[in-house]
């Protein structure tokens, strides 16, 4: 491409970009609409305004602002990659949370407070508006089991904290009938902000706020993780059955364990369910102590 076509094509991406849409692909040339020709995924690395000074590392003058194929955080939407780090990549489903994502990513062992960071005052999702506190997750930054709940209710919300109110009352009793302290494990939600009358959060809410939770699970990196419900099961899980039918297996994710079962607000309206709870529990401690 000759300078003019450069800036074409950098004038078009810009104007894509101030649109909302950052990632494109390009078909291979020759490749017809029919073809079944791989696409090569394209980063935009944001290009400077014309009304303002040249940004650090912003592409030089005649050189295209289309950087091609570079996957710099393979985990995450453009709604949870880092400040300044342009979004591409595989889903989290298709990558260990282990395996190093790229040897040029920047934070591969980044910790819970710069992912905390990262999420700043967020407001990228409807759930902002009625929200009093972000409940980020709480608990052993190190811990071998992770609960996953569904999102915060009233007395989180007020609190700031995970499984405060009363099924986290019931979920602190399991804890310990399960020979463990509250402090030894990490709990928190698909979503951080509570929903509207503690419905069921929303596709598209889990689908930009669940990248944060997949960074907090990679960084704590535990032996299991707990779904706690169905929101939870199938977010990480991408199970469809359910509750019922699947609890107490264990199942691969991403280079660990979860185990599905009930949240506890279910076994507090369905109390005689609170024996499979236990049951499923006891599961829990057995895979922990099993050789890793
Ligand atoms: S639910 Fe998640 S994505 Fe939505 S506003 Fe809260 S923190 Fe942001």
Redesign the pocket.
């Known amino acids: 491409m000759d300078e003019k076509q450069c800036r074409k094509v950098a004038d078009m991406l810009e104007f894509y970009q101030d649109l909302g849409i950052d990632e494109f692909y390009v078909r291979r040339s020759g490749a017809t609409r029919t073809a079944t020709v791989p696409v090569q995924p394209v980063t935009v690395i944001p290009a400077p305004s014309r009304n303002s000074a040249p940004k650090e590392n912003a592409p030089a003058p005649g050189q295209s602002s289309v950087a091609f194929g570079k996957r710099p955080f393979p985990h995450y939407t453009s ?1 949870a990659a880092p400040q300044g780090v342009a979004a591409a990549g595989p889903t989290a489903q298709s990558m260990s949370l282990f395996e190093s994502p790229s040897p040029t990513t920047t934070r591969q062992n980044e910790t819970l407070e710069q992912i905390r960071e990262d ?1 700043g005052d ?7 508006a009625g ?1 009093h506190t ?1 409940v ?1 997750g709480q608990g052993n930054p190190h811990a071998e089991l992770v609960f996953v709940g569904e ?1 915060p209710g009233a007395d989180e919300d007020a609190q700031g904290l995970p499984f405060v109110g009363r099924a986290g009352r019931l979920l602190n009793r399991m804890i310990e009938l399960a020979g463990m302290k509250r402090e030894d494990v990490y709990i928190c939600n698909v ?3 509570r ?1 509207p009358n503690n419905r069921t ?1 929303l596709p598209d ?1 889990i689908e ?2 669940s990248p ?1 939770l997949l960074r907090q699970i990679r960084t704590i990196k535990p032996r299991l993780v707990c779904c706690l419900g169905a929101p939870a099961v199938k977010t990480l899980l991408g199970v469809k059955e359910g509750i019922t039918k699947i609890r107490g297996q264990l199942y691969d994710f991403q280079g660990t364990k979860a185990l599905p079962t009930f949240h506890p607000a279910y076994v507090l309206r369905n109390p005689r369910e609170e024996k499979i709870l236990r049951e499923d529990f006891q599961t829990i401690v057995e895979f922990l102590k099993s050789p890793r």
């Open positions: 709604a999420l967020c407001h990228r999702c409807r759930l902002a929200r972000i980020f999102g979503v951080k902000c929903p959060p809410e930009v706020c944060f």
